[in-house]
């Protein structure tokens, strides 16, 4: 049997009967657009993450570009976000035409170092050109980026606040759930992350009405009174109802799934201590754990020898976005972004979702100390 590395089967199987009568529900009464069901999500999204509105969309791409052109992001504009990210985070931003300013992460939590960004903001606002606009923070492999001082460079300085919670939704800080921290916060729904559907999909959260109803009317084609009324330039970024289907079964376990996660990477962080560095989760947050991610010199051999005993694992990000070739124009360079540059080099990611047992943690330790011991 091959060990996956997230296992979305054994979810599968415990709310089979459930997923599969939600979806004959969609195939019954056949509103595969906009059915009741995407309603009834987004109400109960909002009560999870306790926000005015929860907006669903086709992916978190399409959230995070929600999010964006609700605030009018246009050439011109500089938008701070981390390079340490999947690629759609900065992506969305260029796809406006707007410019990704890279602002390096803080070591012990791979997310945006707030000292960083004062003086990346400071280095915009004292030139000319570009006009400082908002700030993309993202809550990298589940734990949520260090909200209160970006949240206070943001406010000193005129800036938007656009979390990008992809991975870390279902995190929590300072006892609020990530997706709800910034003036708008976008997840995805992506089959691999912490609450996944089965296709592509994503929402946008945000207590601002206003906000809200410039997403609504922007996901589909900038409708006005109705879709034929076009009052701006939006997109076809609607979620499918089947889709919605299935996160409505599966938000009802979610908590309890976000539960077990933490006592993976407890025993994760037991078993691998003192083999290699672990993450660590400082005090007043609680990570979701979409990756379990460990820093090594070794990655290399380690990763081998993994793979040798049919252990999966995964580098995320071998490549940081400042270094790479879609934003060569961009001018960066290797050394512009240390921390995220040493940190490609040695980080990789271990098999992690909430059904894991506590055996095979014990045996990729054990692969783990074994191939350290040949090094
Ligand atoms: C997955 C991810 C996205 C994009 O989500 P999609 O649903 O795949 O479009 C954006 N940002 C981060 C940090 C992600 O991990």
Redesign the pocket.
Known sequence: MTIPFIDLKSQYRRLQSEINTRIQGVLDHGAYVMGPEVADLESRLADYCNVRHAITCS??????LLGLMAHDVRPGDAIFTSPF??F??AEAIALLGATPVFVDIDPSTFNMDPDRLSEAVGRIKSQNGLSAKGIMP?G?FGLPPDFGAIDEIARDHGLFTLE?A??SFGGEYGGRISGSLGDIG?T???PA?PLGCYG???AAFTDDDELANRMKSIRIHGMGSDKYDNVRIGLNARMDTIQAAVLIAKLGIFQEEVRMRQRVAQRYAEALEGLVETPSVPEGYQSVW?QYSILSDHRDNLQASLKEQGIPCAVYYRIPCHLSEAFRHLGYREGDMPVSEAAAKRIFSLPMHPYIEDALIDRIAGIIRSSLCKT
């Open positions: 992916s978190g791409t399409d959230a995070l990210t999947f759609a985070t993202v990298l990008d992809a991975q976008a995805s729904f992506f992350k592509d999909g994503g979409a």
